[in-house]
């Protein structure tokens, strides 16, 4: 069995109505000037004002920054950076979906160390300690929450940029299922796909260690349970809630195990032709279990008791997501071009059976 060393740095609290306590817990970690970082959309749902609210309540200074959408870039930091330098913030509470948890992240580098985000690309470049940060995700997907890893998109080069460091692990992380059920259905298949992908990925992972696999399992029973449920009806609380919680092992998976294949192929199609995250890793994840199957078809059958690709195929529907790179629009002559990205990306070392372009070919072919 693989050694682990495993930390955990990050209180979690579960419950429906526990976003209330947000004041509560940022005086518990020490606040006092606090720098709220929620997209514009928390503000249009009202999550940002009740955030204000509830930390003013505990007489807390609360600066908010709102000037982001999906997927921060290197601007995005910058001009974060640059609103809260002279604020004398001593606390980070990042409030939305996974672009919102990671923009809070990357600011903290930069506010706390100096210099541009882009000298974070990497792992563990911050020598100084970070500010404190509480998250609250506002969508069940990613699991940033449970990262020590922000995503930044380099805004000349388009390059997607993983900067990690433990030392940017939330302090916090409030879980309050009631916060998505406002998400739209076409959110809430997204996200709940790439949850179920972290699931999958990680579970037969070269990086997999005993506890990751604990993740791994909890966040596919969870999810798999659930996934249906809140398509069908978005307002079901316990599924809603299940799939917080199976996003958030998930996300634990991802940062003790790493990915896979179909991350390394589902990237290069969000940079190339703008296909959401959780969309690109549904195209490719049962076929990337298909391919994988020589090597790791006994621990997916043992995941799962039926046939784990047909189910994921299942879910795809269910989710009304493209099931083809056809149906997604995506030309069949870029293929190969394609696979050479995906063969350069980060994840796909991590990938059960070695994976390169000629891999990753024949895995767009599959799910052309
Ligand atoms: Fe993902």
Known sequence: MSPFDFRPRTRILFGAGEFARVGEIAREVGGTRCLLVADRGMVDAGYAQEAIRSLKARRMEVFAFHEFDASPTTSVIEAGRAFSATLDINLIVGLGGGSSLDCAKAINFVLTNGGSVRDYWGYGKASRPLLPMIAIPTTAGTGSEAQTYA?????????????????????????????????????????????????IETLVSTRRNALSECFSREAWRLLNSSFERVLENGSDLDARAAMLLGSHFGGLAVEYSMLGAAHACANPLTAGYRIPHGVAVSLLLSHVVKWNSAVAGEQYDELHSGNLEQRLRELAEAADLPLSLREASVPEQALPRLAEQASAQWSGRFNPRPFDAAAALEIYQCAY
């Open 151 to 199: 995503i930044v998109v380099d805004e000349d080069t388009r390059v997607p940029m993983a900067c990690g460091d433990g030392k940017a692990a939330f302090r916090v992380a409030i879980l309050d299922p009631k916060l998505t059920v406002t998400q739209p259905a076409a959110l809430t298949a997204a996200t709940g796909y790439d949850a179920i992908s972290h699931a």
